[in-house]
């Protein structure tokens, strides 16, 4: 299982990447492999002001769809387009060109309460 050191993560499986007050939001590496081959993503929320662990849009995986939550409140300033055409972009590169939204922060002492790559290891270890 790929837990980049360099982000941070929530108990629901999303990875932040942070870059001072904007971060980069996207699904882990679990979190695809659990939900299977990724047929759409559907963000309708850009531009919008949501509140932490507010939900964002979804992703429908041939099996089930499951809901995408803030990791912190903020506006969602962009989402990731190329997921329209090719969503599968999520279970190939999940940390990369799979990358979900990016958020700007309204509150980054909101940071602070996601968990480090250890942190999330523990998490998927059921510790």
Known sequence: MNIPKNLKYTKDHEWVLINGDQVTVGITDFAQSELGDIVYVEVETAGEDLDNEAVFGSVEAVKTVSDLFMPVSGTVEFFNEELEATPELVND???????????????????????????????????
Do not use: C, H, R
């Open 93 to 127: 590169d999940p940390y990369g060109a799979g990358w979900m939204i990016k958020i700007k922060v309204k509150n980054i002492k909101e940071i602070d309460s996601l968990l480090d790559s250890e942190a999330y290891e523990e998490l998927l270890n059921g510790n």
